[in-house]
């Protein structure tokens, strides 16, 4: 059974630095996109980037570039979602979600890790 | 840049038929393929639609999309109305490198 299986809720003052994991099982992790996802409370769904952990070639949204990185390490099957400098303005809960390999829909999804920054 | 954009919200009384649309801008929604996915409140999004009008295994057949490149628009429609179908849902295509999500929209069914 696939399963993405998200770190739990953070709580950070502006300026930390955090990582928050998504560990992956059920399949063979080198061979599916895994992305991310931000939905600030009460908006809507907002794609970030992705990564294909089998060459950790990793794309990003414009709006993202520069803000977040995407990682994974195959040897423990999870992907990683890091800020160097929180702000205020990055508390939202965020989603991994897996991409079908022979289709554009993301398939699984993780159950969300709420990241709340506040001084 | 691309966008999609979706009504706000709308309503419909259980057993009837709703569309909710999904405009781009900036490109075609033909150049790509369409998902739409469902969001219950506090629960992460399923996939109800991918491929513009495919469904994944366990959504019935209540759910289809289509596209109709005149207007530029993927919809989705749900026939049958349940009060379970009440949610958010949200379109998603890709702009040939980034994915990208409409705003989505609230189904009340009520």
């Known amino acids: 059974e696939v399963q993405l299986v998200q770190s739990g809720a953070e709580v950070k003052k502006p300026g930390e630095s955090l990582k928050i994991s998504c560990k992956a099982s059920g399949y063979i992790f080198t061979r599916n996109w895994i992305g991310w996802v931000r939905q600030i409370p009460g908006k809507g769904l907002e794609w970030m980037g992705n990564i294909y952990p089998g060459d950790s070639d990793t794309r990003y949204s414009p709006s993202f570039q520069g803000q977040v990185t995407i990682s994974a390490d195959k040897s423990i099957t999870t992907a990683y979602l890091q800020w160097s400098s929180l702000k205020a303005s990055d508390t939202a809960i965020y989603y991994c979600?897996?991409?079908?390999?022979?289709?554009?829909?993301?398939?699984?999804w993780g159950q969300g890790t709420l990241v709340t920054v506040s001084s | 840049n691309f966008v999609l954009t979706q009504p706000h919200s709308v309503s419909e009384s259980p057993g009837k038929t709703v569309t909710i649309t999904c405009t781009a801008s900036?490109?075609?929604?033909?150049?790509?393929?369409v998902q739409w996915y469902q969001q219950r409140p506090g629960s992460a999004p399923t996939c109800v639609i991918y491929?513009?009008?495919?469904?994944p295994s366990g959504v019935p057949d209540r759910f289809s999309g289509s596209i109709d490149s005149s207007s530029n628009t993927a919809s989705l429609t749900i026939s049958g109305l349940k009060t379970a179908d009440e949610a958010d849902y949200y379109c998603q295509s890709s702009d040939g490198t980034n994915r990208v999500f409409g705003g989505g929209t609230k189904l009340a069914v009520l």
């Open positions: 979600a897996r991409r079908d390999r022979d289709t554009p829909m993301d398939d699984y």
């Open positions: 491929e513009d009008n495919e469904r």
């Open positions: 900036g490109g075609s929604i033909g150049s790509n393929y």
